[in-house]
Each structure stands twice: as C-alpha cells, then as structure tokens.
C-alpha cells in the first residue's frame, strides 16, 4: 500500500528566508504528485502539482521538485511570507491511481 | 459560491447516536472522495464514487459507516451508533481528472 511521511511535524522560517518542506512516498507506480496547504477551520486547498515528465514545477514562490529515484519529493517557499503559515499536505497517488493518500501533514510557521 | 459545501460545519453527537453529513460537490465534477482526518493528522481515505457509483470503500473503518451518492451529485456520509473514535473531521472533495478540491468540512466530536 502507498505510504506517504512527512518527518517533519513542524517547521520554524523567519520571514523572507527559504521554507523546504519534505515527502517521502513509498509506491512510484503512479508518478504524480499533490500539495495542498490548510489553515484552521478550512478544508485543505490545492497548492501545487508534479509529475514525472518533470522534476521540478514552478508556480510563482512555490516550487516543488521531485526525485523519482529517491521516491522524495520538497516544497520550496521563497520568500517565504507570515501568511504562508499553515499545515502543508503532501499527496500520492493509491495503489490503484483513484485516490490519493495524504501525509500526516509539516506545520509551517513563518515568523515577522 | 461555487466551491464544495459540507454540512453541517460543526456537529456534536451523543455516543450512541446516528449521523448523517451532508457534501454537495462542485456541479459538474465526477468524482467524489470522502475523506476522515483526526487531530493532527492528515486525511485518510474513506470511500470514492464516481457518479453514482461507489467505487472503492476500503477505507470506511466499521459497517457503522455508509456513503450514498444516488443521483450522482449530493452524497450524505452516515455514521450509526457513534463511537469516541468517530470524533474527527470529515472532508469531502470533488474532482475531475487529477485535482481534488476540498470543503471545509464537518467537525463531528461524539460526547
């Protein structure tokens, strides 16, 4: 079965430095990957997407690179900003490609 | 507004009790996941229809819980005699293709 960790259950930027949040996944069978960021008392929403065609997509301060052979893949914020605190969630695909197995979440905190 | 709605948004149960939770999802979108995340973790998967259709749920923990989507549009999650454990937020998304989008979802604490 697909497993999804995130090992860092929190993380601590000062404001305008670099945030890295990692994803490690254990079944490549589906190579696409989900970010989905998440404040308090809101559903997760779409951050941004990779697939294996490529190893690197980016979307303004966001930039997630994926390294297929390492089955690992990171979120780079730069320059990371107060309102990008929240929980970040990594997603992969199941076993079956239907749906998507989330990690237990990398809480970002972004300091003034 | 015309991103996917869930209700109730909070829902206090006695142990014992029955619920029902409500997901309407983007008009138009096939695919419907629900989802069940406790504190401090990430969401887990329950079940997923496609349309109408339940496709896959392996991921509903007892046969407390049952899901229906029968026009292929609202779908309701229904928990019988809730237990503790139950106590969780419950999300629901919908998509199409690749990209699942989320509602706020419903936070049921079982008293």
């Known amino acids: 079965d697909q497993q999804v960790k995130q090992n860092s259950p929190s993380l601590s930027v000062q404001e305008g430095r670099i945030s890295i949040l990692n994803c490690d996944y254990t079944n490549s069978m589906f190579d696409y990957f989900l970010w989905y960021k998440k404040y308090p008392a809101e559903g997760p929403t779409f951050l941004i997407s990779i697939s294996s065609i490529k190893d690197k997509n980016e979307d303004g301060r966001f930039t997630v690179f994926l390294n297929k052979s390492a089955k690992h893949l990171s979120l780079h914020i730069v320059p990371s900003q107060p309102g990008d605190s929240a929980v970040y969630f990594c997603?992969?695909?199941?076993?079956?490609?239907?749906?998507?197995?989330f990690g237990p979440g990398t809480r970002l905190s972004v300091l003034p | 507004g015309a991103g996917v709605s869930q209700s109730p948004r909070y829902k206090v149960a006695k142990r014992g009790q029955d619920v029902a939770l409500r997901c309407d999802p983007i008009?138009?979108?096939?695919?419907l996941f629900w989802y069940q995340q406790a504190l401090g973790q990430g969401p887990e998967f329950l079940t997923y229809?496609?349309?109408?259709?339940?496709?896959?749920k392996s991921g509903l923990p007892s046969d407390r819980f049952f899901a229906e989507r029968p026009e292929g549009s609202v779908s309701t999650l229904k928990i019988q005699r809730t237990q503790q454990e139950d106590s969780a937020v419950y999300l629901c998304a919908s998509g199409e293709g690749s990209e699942a989008f989320f509602g706020q979802g419903t936070r049921l604490t079982v008293v």
């Open positions: 229809f496609q349309n109408e259709a339940q496709l896959d």
């Open positions: 008009s138009g979108h096939v695919s």
């Open positions: 997603a992969a695909p199941d076993n079956y490609g239907q749906n998507f197995v």
